[in-house]
């Protein structure tokens, strides 16, 4: 029904800068939440951030707050994570993920509906 492709991860050095995109595709809605977690190996998944579709609402983890932010462009279904100033603890698996019928910004993985297959973020020291 929706399908969320990410885009944008790769290998830096610490201080670089990243732009992270997730277009959205299928049967989408404008009244969503859409969000970004991450993954290291050998770690649980973490909230990142997330924004409302409808008023721009963002939220973000205390660890990124300053460093990462978030937007979309609505005509295009596409949401951005901007990172800067990134770190090695910033290396992970960064998704993609969509909450439909809902407009909390939530920071729960479970409460959302789709997620996409991931992109890798490395951050060398």
């Known amino acids: 029904q929706v399908q969320l492709v990410e885009s944008g991860g790769g290998l830096v050095e610490t201080g670089d800068s990243l732009r992270l995109s997730c277009a959205a595709s299928g049967r989408t809605f404008s009244s969503r939440v859409m969000a970004w977690f991450r993954q290291a190996p050998g770690k649980e998944r973490e909230f990142v951030a997330a924004i409302s579709w409808t008023d721009g609402r963002t939220y973000y983890t205390d660890s990124v707050k300053g460093r990462f932010t978030i937007s979309r462009d609505s005509p295009k279904n596409t949401v951005y994570l901007q990172m800067n100033t990134l770190k090695p603890e910033d290396t992970a698996v960064y998704y993609c993920?969509?909450?439909?019928?809902?407009?909390?910004?939530?920071?729960?993985?479970?409460?959302?509906?789709?997620w996409g297959q991931g992109t890798q973020v490395t951050v060398s020291s």
């Open positions: 993920a969509a909450r439909y019928g809902a407009g909390r910004l939530s920071t729960a993985g479970y409460e959302y509906n789709y």
